[in-house]
C-alpha cells in the first residue's frame, strides 16, 4: 500500500531521529544544479540541527557508479535528494533499508510502492510543476522538527531555479504556493508584483533589461546600447549619487515611465504579450544586503547553478547553509565566469549553424566539444527560451566522460507537443543501456558513444518527426 504524504513524512521523521539515537552517521548525495543544492543544503541543515553526524556530497548524476561508491562507503545511512528515481530497486539491494530518496521526477510504477521513494508523484502532487526536490527536503525537514520552517526561504530559491513559477504572472501553484506563503508571513520573503528583469538587485538598469531574454523584444534584447537610449529618453535617472541605478531602485512611477517607453518602442509587435511577460511576481529576501545577489530570489537561484555547473557546488551549498562571509565574493565571481562562458557558447553554436538542425516541430544542436556536459541543461533551457524556437522541442548533445555522450531536451514556450520528454529520454536511453529521465517539458539522457546513431534514430521517429499535438511511442 502507497502511504499519504503525511505517513511518508513521519516514516522520514522516525527513521532519522532512529539514527540519531542509535549514532548512525549520515550520508546526505544530492545533484549539482540549484534544485540539487538547495535540496541538500536544507535536509544537511535540518539534520545538523536535530544532532545528526551527517556530511554531504554532490553528484552529476545518479549512476551504477554511486550505487558502487555506497557499497565501500562506511556511512550507515543514505539520503539521496533531486536524484535516483528508477534506482530504488538497486538501493534496496546495496543498502538494505538504509536509504531514502527525497524527490520530484517522474519514477517507473514499479517505485510507486516503496516506502523508501518519498517522491512528490506517489501523493498526487505534480513534480514538475508544483514541487521541486527542494520543495520535498523542506516538507521533510519541517516534518522532523517544526522550527526548520525558516528553510522555507531557500525552497523559493529551488522552484525558482527549477523554472516552476509558471502559474499566472509568474506566480507559485500548489506546494509551491503553500511553502512561499509560509516564508511569507515569517517575514523571510517579499512577494511583490514588479518588473521581471534579471538582476534586478545588482545590473546596471540598462544591462539589466538588455540582458532580459524573457520576453525577447526585438532590438533591445542582447543590445545594451539600444537599452541605453531608450531608458534615458523615458526621463528616468539612470545613475544616483555616481552609481549605476538597479532595477530595484525604480519607484512606481519610474517603472511606469519604462513600461511606457518599452510599449512605444516594441509598438505593434506582439506588444501585449511583451507585457505580460515583463510584469510579474518577484521574490525579494529582505534580510539579504541590499544590492546583493542573494536578494533576489531569481538571480540567488542562477549563482546556484553557475556554482553547481562549474564544480564549485561547496559554494553554493555554504550559501545556502547561511555562510556570508568571504565566500560571497566567491560566489559571485563564480556567476559571473558562468554568465561569460554562457555567452561564449551560445555565440559559437549560432555561429557554426552546421551545428543545428530543424523540423517543424523539434531543434537538434550538436555541442559536442563545445558545451561541456555539467552545463548541457543550461544551454538546451536558453536555447529553448529563444523565441526563433517557440513552439518547438530543442534536444541538445554534448560529450560526456568515458566515452558517452548527454542529451538534453527541452518544449519551448508555446509548444503544444503531446510527447513527454521523460518518458521518451528514460525508454531510449533504456533501449540503449543508458540512462535517463526527468519531466514532462525537459528531461535528459546519456547514452555511450557507440550508440550514438541508433539513439538519434529512434528520436527522429519518435520525436523529429512527430507532428504537434499527436501521441509517440
Ligand atoms: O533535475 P531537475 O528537475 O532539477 O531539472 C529540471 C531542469 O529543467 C532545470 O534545469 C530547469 O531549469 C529546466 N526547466 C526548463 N523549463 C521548464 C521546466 C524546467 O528549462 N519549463
Ligand atoms: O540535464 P538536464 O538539465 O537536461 O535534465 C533535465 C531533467 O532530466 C532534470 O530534471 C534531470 O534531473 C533529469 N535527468 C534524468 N536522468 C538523466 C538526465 C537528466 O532524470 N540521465
Redesign the pocket.
Known amino acids: 500500500m502507497t502511504k499519504s504524504l503525511d505517513e511518508s513524512l513521519s516514516f522520514f521523521k522516525d527513521k532519522i531521529i532512529d539514527c540519531i539515537k542509535s549514532k548512525k552517521s549520515i550520508s546526505v548525495t544530492t ?1 549539482i ?4 543544492l538547495t535540496s541538500g543544503s536544507i535536509i544537511t541543515k535540518a539534520l545538523i540541527r536535530a544532532g545528526a553526524n551527517c556530511t554531504v556530497r554532490t553528484s552529476k548524476e545518479f549512476s551504477k557508479n554511486v550505487l558502487e561508491s555506497f557499497k565501500t562507503d562506511s556511512r550507515d545511512f543514505h539520503i539521496v535528494t ?2 535516483g528515481g528508477g534506482f530504488a530497486n538497486e538501493l534496496d539491494k546495496t543498502l538494505g533499508d538504509n536509504w531514502i530518496v527525497l524527490d ?2 517522474q519514477i517507473p510504477d514499479e517505485e510507486l510502492d516503496n516506502q523508501n521513494v518519498i517522491n512528490s508523484w506517489k501523493y498526487g502532487i505534480d ?3 508544483d514541487i ?2 527542494g520543495g520535498m527536503a523542506y516538507l521533510a525537514s519541517e516534518a522532523l522538527d517544526e522550527r526548520n520552517s525558516d528553510l522555507s526561504a531557500i525552497a523559493i530559491v529551488s522552484a525558482l ?4 513559477d ?1 502559474g499566472e504572472r509568474k506566480s507559485f501553484t500548489g506546494k509551491n504556493f503553500e511553502i512561499a506563503n509560509i516564508a511569507k508571513e515569517l517575514g523571510l520573503v517579499d512577494i511583490d508584483l514588479d518588473l521581471l528583469l534579471v538582476g534586478r538587485e545588482t545590473r546596471p538598469l540598462a544591462d539589466s533589461l538588455a540582458f532580459t531574454s524573457q520576453p525577447f523584444i526585438e532590438g533591445l534584447t542582447w543590445n545594451r546600447e539600444a537599452c541605453f537610449s531608450l531608458l534615458k529618453s523615458s526621463g528616468v535617472n539612470l545613475k544616483e549619487e555616481g552609481r549605476w541605478r538597479v532595477p530595484a531602485d525604480l519607484n512606481e512611477e519610474e517603472k511606469r515611465q519604462v513600461i511606457e517607453s518599452i510599449t512605444k518602442f516594441a509598438s505593434g509587435k506582439n506588444t501585449t504579450e511583451i507585457m505580460s511577460e515583463l510584469i510579474g511576481y518577484t521574490y525579494t529576501f529582505p534580510r539579504e544586503d541590499n544590492r546583493s545577489f542573494l536578494r533576489d530570489g531569481r538571480e540567488f537561484s542562477t549563482m546556484l ?1 553557475s556554482c553547481g555547473r562549474i564544480n564549485r557546488s561547496g559554494v553554493g551549498m555554504a550559501v545556502c547553509m547561511g555562510d556570508r562571509n568571504k565566500i560571497l565574493r566567491e560566489a559571485e565571481t563564480i556567476l559571473t565566469d558562468y554568465r561569460k562562458m554562457i555567452r561564449e557558447y551560445m555565440n559559437i553554436l549560432s555561429n557554426e549553424r552546421w551545428r543545428i538542425s530543424e523540423s517543424e516541430t523539434c531543434v537538434m544542436v550538436n555541442g559536442e566539444d563545445i558545451v561541456p556536459e555539467t552545463m548541457t ?2 544551454i ?2 536558453l536555447i ?2 529563444s523565441p526563433k524556437n517557440s513552439g518547438k522541442i530543442v534536444i541538445l548533445r554534448t560529450k560526456g566522460e568515458e566515452n558517452t555522450i548527454k542529451f538534453s531536451s ?2 519551448s ?1 508555446g509548444c503544444t507537443s503531446d510527447i513527454n520528454l521523460s518518458e521518451i529520454m528514460r525508454n531510449g536511453a533504456e533501449r540503449f543501456d543508458g540512462i535517463g529521465g ?2 514532462n ?4 539522457a546519456k547514452i555511450t558513444k557507440d550508440k550514438l546513431d541508433e539513439f538519434l534514430n529512434y528520436l527522429e521517429v519518435n520525436v523529429v518527426n512527430v507532428p504537434s499535438s499527436s501521441n509517440s511511442q
Do not use: E, P, W, Y
Open positions: 545533484h544544479d540549484c534544485d540539487g533531486d536524484l520530484h521526477h513534480g514538475g510543476t521541486c526536490a531555479g527549477d523554472r516552476q509558471q547553478n541543461g543550461t538546451s533551457s529553448a527560451g527541452r518544449k514556450f526527468g519531466h517539458a525537459a528531461a535528459g
